[in-house]
């Protein structure tokens, strides 16, 4: 457990080996807003189950895949996206 919670803390420092201190404020957000969203999903299950009532479960469970797979969408149009500059920008290199 303490490697893992070692490997969490150097990742969110800068992605460059070199720096010193410092933690990447991207990083922190994301970590911090998927610790709230954690927290938040604790609290309504509590809910749903002292009171009996999983009426919006599905809605739920629709908003975090389709959140999780706009992540992943967006990721995976960025990575394309940079390719196709780079083959641009060789090819435009290359006349």
Do not use: P
Request: proline share 0%.
């Amino acid at each position: 457990m303490k490697k893992i919670l070692n490997d969490f803390k150097n990742n969110l420092s800068g992605s460059f080996k070199f720096e010193k201190g410092g933690y990447s404020a991207r990083k922190l957000t994301s970590a911090t807003i998927i610790l709230m969203v954690v927290i938040a999903h604790i609290i309504w299950l509590k809910h749903c189950f002292v009171h009996e009532d999983f009426s919006l479960l599905s809605e739920v469970l629709i908003i975090d895949y389709g959140f999780v797979a706009a992540l992943l969408g967006m990721t995976t149009f960025s990575q394309n996206m940079q390719e196709k500059i780079n083959k641009n920008h060789e090819n435009k290199e290359n006349i």
